[in-house]
């Protein structure tokens, strides 16, 4: 990936990032002039939940941990870790 930011994403962190698009399985943030990753529907909330639309919305400021990659590299994100 190419970043703007010299800074490096890195697993357990705490970052703030803005919502860029919305799914029926979650949410894509980007953070880091240019990193993104996903926010999980089982990542959003501690308890279960029906709509991701219901909480997170495109163009909303979240904070989120990074909790690892998944097996294309991409970053598995957690709003709940924050909580």
Do not use: Q, W
């Amino acid at each position: 990936m190419n970043y703007e930011s010299k800074e490096m994403p890195e697993v357990g962190k705490i970052y703030t990032g803005k919502v860029t698009n919305t799914t029926v399985y979650g949410a894509f943030v980007t953070f880091l002039n240019g990193a993104s990753g996903l926010i999980h529907i089982s990542e959003i909330e501690p308890t279960r939940i029906d709509k991701v639309t219901d909480y997170l919305n495109i163009d909303d400021e979240v904070t989120f941990k990074i909790i690892g990659e998944d097996d294309r590299g991409k970053l598995r994100l957690s709003r709940k870790a924050c909580l």
